[in-house]
Nanobody
Framework: VQLQASGGGLVQAGGSLRLSCAAS????????MGWFRQAPGKEREFAAT????????RYADSVKGRFTISRDNAKNTVYLQMNSLKPEDTAVYYC??????????????????WGQGTQVTVSS
């Protein structure tokens, strides 16, 4: 499966952005999907994940209550709605997929497929 992330940009603190991740290849419902982020000089970290059916989600504590992950399998697309953005949310955001469709995995090493990343910058 190939993943294409989009929707990043520059936003003021307190603002919102919606990221999209379009999947091509095998039907996206076959895969669980995740969003990760990597700030300059830091390791890539987990943000959110959703099962293949979209019925279950999991979030990092740092984004819980502010970010919402969702998916539209008819469009082969996963979204990350980001509200109440903070300067510390500034990072390159990556979407990723793995084949354990019913599992909510948080480790980067468990994800087999990665998109190219989209930059999110939150100004104070």
């Amino acid at each position: 499966v190939q993943l294409q992330a989009s929707g990043g940009g520059l936003v003021q603190a307190g603002g919102s952005l919606r990221l999209s991740c379009a999947a091509s290849g095998r039907t996206s419902g076959t895969y669980a999907m995740g969003w990760f982020r990597q700030a300059p000089g830091k390791e890539r970290e987990f943000a959110a994940t959703i099962t293949g059916s979209g019925g279950n989600t999991r979030y990092a504590d740092s984004v819980k209550g502010r970010f919402t992950i969702s998916r539209d399998n008819a469009k082969n697309t996963v979204y990350l709605q980001m509200n109440s953005l903070k300067p510390e949310d500034t990072a390159v955001y990556y979407c990723a997929a793995h084949t354990y469709a019913g599992s909510l995995l948080v480790s980067t090493s468990r994800y087999e497929f990665w998109g190219q990343g989209t930059q999110v910058t939150v100004s104070s």
